[in-house]
């Protein structure tokens, strides 16, 4: 799982590049942004641990970059 995120993340930069160069603005979160993202999506975590139970959730987590 983890080397096939790290293609796709290549992937996902190569067509980002692609944008930057036909002259798209392409945003990038700041760390602060994605940590109040991650905190503001928890209640939907703690959710899904109900339906799904914590070994999902802890493998969904781990996929992120």
Known sequence: ???QR?????KEQGYI????D???EVYSLTDDEIKAFQ??????YDYQ???VGDEMIEKWLATRP
């Open 1 to 3: 799982a983890k080397k």
């Open 6 to 10: 790290a293609e796709e993340f290549a």
């Open 17 to 20: 590049q692609r944008f930057k």
């Open 22 to 24: 036909e002259g798209a």
């Open 39 to 44: 905190e503001a999506v928890q209640p939907v």
């Open 49 to 51: 641990r109900n339906i």
